[in-house]
T-cell receptor
Framework: DAKTTQPNSMESNEEEPVHLPCNHS???????IHWYRQLPSQGPEYVIHGLTSNVNNRMASLAIAEDRKSSTLILHRATLRDAAVYYCILRDVYETSGSRLTFGEGTQLTVNP | GAGVSQTPSNKVTEKGKYVELRCDPISGHTALYWYRQSLGQGPEFLIY????????DSGLPNDRFFAVRPEGSVSTLKIQRTERGDSAVYLC??????????????FGPGTRLTVL
């Protein structure tokens, strides 16, 4: 499986934008880039996913490098509720193994008031 | 609407005992997943059901672990002869299916298993 690399931790101030990076240099052509986050004492929740083009939804934006070897999750205005562990995950949904989510250790985001 | 629910929320057992953990997926979701999460780690895949059948059980660590989903809805994860190393949060997730556009996984709150 292609692997992802994320910083262990990042800090932000409330109301400011946050850019969470992810490297995936061995990504294959059919791997989708997914982001999940896990708030304290909760199960993970879906944030966003994309293949090649940048994506926006109500939670965040996903910027994907042209060569697809890296991506950035963008929270436009961080709130205290955004403090969580953020996971960048590759999924090849054409493979049975792509049905699973392979979590790394993620990035612990701290949001300061 | 109702999300994924898991019972019990906490389970304390003694080494060597048998435990069952239950997952109620979102109604209509054909895919169901079990993961476990140790402290400070990301969740680790255990097994994936599509309908009633286990489509991928390659994550089960050994034959003490078994899961069923007899009617394609509720699933039970069964652990025999529990060991202290089995202590973790067991997470269940469900999704509409395997398709490209309907495979967002919805997670339950987890069952915290402690083996003494």
């Amino acid at each position: 499986d292609a692997k992802t690399t994320q910083p262990n931790s990042m800090e932000s101030n409330e109301e400011e934008p946050v850019h969470l990076p992810c490297n995936h240099s061995t990504i294959s052509g059919t791997d989708y880039i997914h982001w999940y986050r896990q708030l304290p004492s909760q199960g993970p929740e879906y944030v966003i996913h994309g293949l090649t083009s940048n994506v926006n939804n109500r939670m965040a934006s996903l910027a994907i490098a042209e060569d697809r070897k890296s991506s950035t999750l963008i929270l436009h205005r961080a709130t205290l509720r955004d403090a969580a562990v953020y996971y960048c995950i590759l999924r090849d949904v054409y493979e049975t193994s792509g049905s699973r989510l392979t979590f790394g250790e993620g990035t612990q985001l701290t949001v300061n008031p | 609407g109702a999300g994924v629910s898991q019972t019990p929320s906490n389970k304390v057992t003694e080494k060597g005992k048998y435990v069952e953990l239950r997952c109620d997926p979102i109604s209509g979701h054909t895919a169901l997943y079990w993961y476990r999460q140790s402290l400070g780690q990301g969740p680790e895949f255990l097994i994936y059901f599509q309908g009633t059948g286990a489509a991928d059980d390659s994550g089960l660590p050994n034959d003490r672990f078994f899961a069923v989903r007899p009617e394609g809805s509720v699933s039970t994860l069964k652990i025999q002869r529990t060991e202290r190393g089995d202590s973790a949060v067991y997470l269940c997730a469900s999704s509409l299916g395997r398709g490209l556009f309907n495979n967002e996984q919805f997670f339950g709150p987890g069952t915290r298993l402690t083996v003494l």
